[in-house]
């Protein structure tokens, strides 16, 4: 019985030494079991590096293990072990369903219990208890030296669920943490190690669990020969906890600890010599970083490197590429392997997508080393899917979850056809499972023929009883289910019998056929897991009740727990992964990418259910557990030291300066540590580029990668900008390439590409819009917006998909309506406006509403307890709008006298028609809110009102542009009629828009009824232009004194109008606009019918037309594209309009 250490530091060849001593005592023929112990991590490449130094015939004789794998050798030699093992996955299953019969009971988890990620935190704890030999037994035993209460509450707690787990875990199953605890147990029946030589390896520190193993092999070896990555020899006891080998310290003294209990003799140690390191013998740098890294003080390295590099990067993404392309460089230029690469991260997830994108389009083979979490794999979607169905009651996105698989027998058309006529009518609970057919007509944004749609219906209907008659079964069989067994017994027939396990193997063998080997590898793994979890269910928990939405957050525990590791498809490939799975000495050539603050070092990790205090504290009362957050940092150090120390013959680091959202990165520490080192290090950049032949060089790799630079460069040529002559060369080889030539021309010709449709056909913008034209007046305005789109939405009828929902249009429609039937109440039943009984108009607005509701006008009201609120509030709004229109009424001599006038074939009056140059005849429909009349002199004046739901402006200027062109033009049509048609002298008085709202007033707890009255008013004051005539103005606001709070005008004191203060226009300004809004419309409807499909979207200082259009995806508007360009309208002064306006009259 004796131990002896092997020192050495990082790549002095401890690894080797073990291999040769091994070799050198079988040569010798001795007659005792031969033992190499490895994390198991690195048992398969220590196997593979055993059989390299061992012939066959020799290398049956040592045995390579891991604790896990002497583990099961010793069960299997003399028993121990007669329950099945239950993984990560059943643990965190069992402790969901431990803690939900606890939660109740628990003082501190009660409501963490709830929080996402709590049960996977517990678990690691019970973990951390049972490597630690913590038991229980032992934590009840030790409340009482606790005073602290928090703590005492938290241990109590943990104590519960940990009880109660080890007592239902024991029934049918073992914990794999328990291995090494029986395994203590049985190494004394066993003869395996009897009188062996182990080595151990590869190892920086032991678990309690695994050095009670050690000291039970101690007791029965010859010898343990262990390496320790140090060079410390006869330094005490003494541990400098900043020292970066303070972790292996820490170790040797335990063993030191173990002997000495033991009365075991210490060996003399073996120290390697580290001058030159075995592994950087070809490499003065890397061994000078090395010895110097982590020395205090240490030796400054003055010449030029070449073996260590750093890069200083844009961003992540160039980062990579240059990694690519410095990859390709070495394979291509010194007959580098890719096997003998690696690129490592201390932020994987960061990196993966990208590493994967540029790696492809470079041709670097490669594999990421990390096990692969199973949440997204659509078989695990599919079963969690379905049963979030049943749970959630049939809510769109579980269901369409569900079906967008990929698994079940419905087509993608079949899928948008179902999902557009859900998504339109709100479809959702029982009427997925109504056996009554779907008969909701309004599916489409388009009118259909009546055969049409029947047609369409059917086949709806007979695609959601395709699509949903699995799922349905699926919950009539699980009604009146309520044990965990009787759950999964459900499920699995389920899964049978959409035939899901014939699916996934055609799946395997597609992924197969089309070189996909992870693919493959990944789904023959899911079935069996998925078995797998259902059995551990069935033994752990299979009797007990619970609900369905407990058994589906149980299954979702337990899939979450899964992770797939695949094995590499080839050998030669660079492997990429995460610093802490750094496992193969291989390495020759090492990329560290992301060396930046908070990447490279790790973090400090949270703390966790147990503060460092708290470990302290336990700690000291003889609880040991877990290191604190502090020992972890130290021991970050030696992982620092080992990843640096990995390669043999060049190491380049490289940081980015700002991550993929322009947010500012800092280098890490260790770049300014090495730069302190070495003084004149090779350090290159992407930021400043530099010009010459050796830099456009670096540019020139695989195919793909460099075609996209050609591309570039060829369009800085056309540009004028000089490029270097070795891009001509490079054209001329694609050129010259058949695989290349197609792309070559397609891309040369993109250059001349403008993102512009001017014009088309005139026979064809007729076959569109229709002859004669007939178009409303909010039409022409939208042209005048941006005539593309105008073009997508009434040439192309383009739609949104519908979808059932309240929008503000829908909104606006159904006050209009509802206002429009309360007008005309008010006239068959001969009231007026300024005389109507508030409490009756009420009462008639919430009948008018309810009946719309009844006859389904606004079927989505009737939706939920949200629209129930949104009907509340229509009602509010309604009940304030006809008070307001009361109270104005009240104030002046204009009386209400149309509502929602008509401008169409069978409209009041017949469309505005407006005479082309041509000659043709464009005919204008439309509706106006209402028309208030004053008789008045011999003349009718008129005051047209537009009801708004939203706020509007009256603008000149945007009249001058065509954007506000509607109340205008019916102001002009009415006028003619009344001349034409009636012999009516009219007169223009005003044109406004009400807002219909309820506004909120502020401090109205301060304010009288009458105060909050003329807040309202005033914040509801209308927009408009007014008729500058202060007999006409006092006929609408019979009250106005300075500022009207229902018109926009200000009267002076003289009773003048204050024009700088007043939105008005004399009566020949007008006549002068009348003119013009025909002048514009006239001008509009022939560019129209020209056939101008202009992308040219109109941009003012307060917005464009752009900023809520929905066919920017169409048009793909974009000003840094050649011919995008917006049509730019400056806000004028209303001199200016009026100035500019008279001008385009005159020509």
Request: charged share 30%; hydrophobic share 35%; aromatic share 10%.
């Amino acid at each position: 019985m004796s131990l002896r250490f092997i020192y050495g530091r990082a790549g002095s060849g401890k690894s080797q030494y073990c291999l040769n001593s091994i070799k050198k005592r079988i040569e010798e023929d001795i007659d005792r079991p031969l033992i190499l112990l490895v994390p198991e991590q690195f048992s398969f490449q220590a196997e593979k590096n055993l059989i390299e130094v061992l012939d066959e015939k020799t290398g049956f004789k040592t045995q390579v293990l891991s604790f896990k794998r002497m583990a099961y050798r010793v069960f299997n030699e003399v028993g121990g072990i007669t329950a099945k093992h239950m993984n990560e996955s059943g643990k965190s299953m069992l402790l969901y369903n431990i803690i939900e019969d606890n939660k109740n009971n628990l003082k501190v988890f009660k409501k963490a219990a709830k929080r996402q990620g709590f049960i996977t935190t517990i678990s690691d704890i019970i973990t951390e208890f049972k490597r630690y030999n913590i038991t229980p037994e032992i934590i009840l035993n030790n409340l009482e030296n606790i005073e602290e209460d928090n703590l005492k509450y938290k241990m109590e707690d943990l104590a519960l669920i940990f009880s109660q787990f080890e007592t239902r875990l024991h029934k049918n199953y073992i914990d794999n943490e328990d291995d090494l605890t029986i395994l203590v147990e049985k190494l004394n029946k066993s003869k395996q190690f009897d009188n062996a030589e182990i080595w151990i390896d590869e190892f920086s520190s032991f678990s309690p669990q695994e050095y009670s193993v050690l000291e039970k092999l101690l007791l029965k070896s010859y010898r343990i020969n262990i390496t320790l990555c140090t060079d410390y020899l006869n330094q005490g006891r003494f541990v400098d906890t900043t020292d970066v080998f303070s972790p292996i310290k820490n170790t040797e003294n335990k063993l030191l600890q173990i002997i000495e209990d033991n009365n075991i003799k210490l060996d003399k140690p073996i120290a390697l010599n580290c001058d030159p390191c075995a592994r950087f013998k070809n490499s003065i740098e890397l061994q000078h970083l090395e010895k110097n890294m982590f020395s205090f003080p240490y030796k400054e390295y003055k010449n030029e490197t070449k073996d260590i590099c750093m890069l200083k990067t844009l961003n992540q993404f160039t980062e990579i590429e240059n990694t690519a392309k410095d990859i390709i460089k070495l394979c291509r230029d010194k007959g580098c392997r890719f096997k003998d690469i690696a690129v490592i991260t201390g932020d994987l997830e960061g990196y993966e997508n990208i590493i994967s994108s540029v790696f492809l389009q470079y041709n670097i083979p490669f594999f990421i080393d990390k096990k692969r979490e199973i949440n997204n794999n659509p078989i695990i979607v599919l079963i969690l899917s379905a049963l979030e169905v049943l749970s959630k009651n049939w809510t769109y996105e579980s269901v369409f979850r569900y079906l967008k698989t990929g698994l079940l027998d419905i087509n993608n058309e079949e899928m948008d056809i179902l999902e557009n006529y859900v998504l339109a009518n709100g479809i959702k609970g029982y009427q997925w499972t109504n056996d009554k057919p779907w008969e909701h007509k309004s599916f489409s944004n388009y009118e259909l023929e009546d055969q049409v749609e029947k047609e369409l219906l059917a086949k709806i209907n007979d695609i959601r009883y395709k699509a949903m008659e699995p799922i349905i079964s699926l919950n009539k069989n699980l009604k009146n289910k309520e044990r965990a067994k009787e759950f999964c017994e459900v499920l699995y027939e389920f899964l049978c019998s959409i035939n899901l396990p014939d699916k996934i193997q055609n799946m395997i063998e597609d992924f197969r056929a089309e070189g996909e080997v992870e693919k493959a590898s990944e789904y023959n793994q899911i079935w069996n897991i998925v078995m797998e979890v259902l059995d551990q269910i069935v033994e752990a928990i299979g009797g007990e009740k619970i609900s369905l939405k407990e058994f589906f957050k149980i299954l979702q525990t337990g899939f979450s727990e899964y992770e797939i590791g695949l094995i590499p498809p080839t050998l030669d490939q660079v492997i990429v992964g995460s610093i802490t799975r750094l496992r193969s000495h291989n390495i020759n050539i090492l990329y560290i990418v992301g060396v930046n603050d908070g990447i490279f070092p790790a973090p400090l990790k949270e703390e966790g259910i147990l503060s460092d205090d708290d470990r302290q504290f336990l700690g000291d009362k003889g609880l040991e557990i877990a290191k604190d957050t502090k020992s972890i940092a130290f021991e970050e150090q030696f992982l620092v030291y080992s990843t640096l120390t990995t390669p043999s013959k060049y190491l380049r680091l490289s940081y980015p300066i700002a991550d993929g959202e322009g947010k500012t990165l800092r280098p890490s520490i260790i770049i300014s540590r090495i730069k302190k080192i070495f003084t004149n290090i090779c350090e290159e950049n992407d930021i400043v580029k530099l010009n010459g032949e050796e830099e456009e060089l670096k540019n020139i790799s695989s195919a793909k990668p460099t075609f996209n630079y050609l591309i570039s460069n060829l369009r800085k040529d056309i540009e004028g900008v000089k490029i270097d002559n070795i891009w001509g060369d490079i054209y001329k080889w694609y050129f010259e390439n058949e695989f290349w030539i197609e792309k070559l021309n397609r891309l040369v010709k993109g250059f001349d590409y403008t993102n512009q449709s001017k014009y088309i056909e005139t026979k064809k913008i007729r076959n569109l819009y229709g002859k004669p034209l007939k178009i409303s007046v909010s039409r022409v305005e939208k042209f005048s917006q941006c005539p593309f789109a105008y073009f997508v939405q009434y040439g192309l009828k383009a739609k949104d998909r519908k979808i059932f929902n309240l929008s503000y249009p829908d909104l606006g429609i159904f006050m209009h309506s509802i206002l429009e039937k309360f007008s005309h109440e008010l006239e068959k039943k001969g009231i007026d406006w300024d005389t109507m009984d508030l409490n009756w108009a009420e009462e008639e607005i919430d009948k008018l509403i309810n009946e719309e509701l009844d006859n389904k006008s606004l079927d989505i009201l009737n939706s939920s307890k949200r629209y129930e609120y949104v009907t509340k509030s229509v009602k509010k709004i309604l009940k304030r709008s006809i008070w307001l229109i009361g109270e104005h009424i009240k104030r002046g001599n204009f009386k209400p006298s149309y509502y929602e006038l008509s401008f169409d074939i069978d409209g009041d009056y017949p469309p505005i028609a407006m005479e082309l140059h041509s000659g043709e005849v464009v005919n204008l429909i439309g509706r106006v809110d209402r028309v208030d009349l004053l008789q008045k002199d011999g003349a009718t004046y008129l005051k047209i009102i537009d009801y708004k739901s939203g706020t509007k402006e009256f603008k000149l200027s945007d009249v001058y542009y065509g954007l506000q062109l509607q109340l205008l033009i019916y102001l002009d049509a009415i006028l003619t009629e009344l001349a034409e048609r009636f012999g009516i002298d009219g007169e223009p008085g005003a044109l406004l828009y009400l807002k219909l709202d309820d506004p909120i007033v502020k401090n109205i707890v301060d304010m009288s009824d009458k105060e909050i009255e003329k807040s309202i008013i005033k914040n509801l004051k209308m927009k408009g232009l007014i008729l500058n005539d202060p007999n006409i103005i006092k006929d609408m606001d019979n009250i106005i004194s300075g500022i009207s709070d229902i018109i926009p005008v200000m009267v002076k004191k003289d009773g003048g109008v204050s024009e700088g203060r007043s939105s008005v226009a004399t009566k020949e300004e007008f006549e002068t606009l009348r003119k013009y809004v025909r002048y514009t419309i006239i001008e509009i409807c022939e560019e129209m019918l020209e056939g101008n499909i202009e992308i040219k979207p109109y941009k003012k200082k307060d917005g464009s037309s752009c900023d809520y259009c929905i066919y920017s995806s169409v048009c793909k508007f974009d000003t840094e594209i050649r011919g995008n360009k917006y049509n730019i309208l400056i806000d004028k002064k209303d001199e200016e309009v009026w100035e500019a306006i008279k001008k385009k009259l005159e020509c």
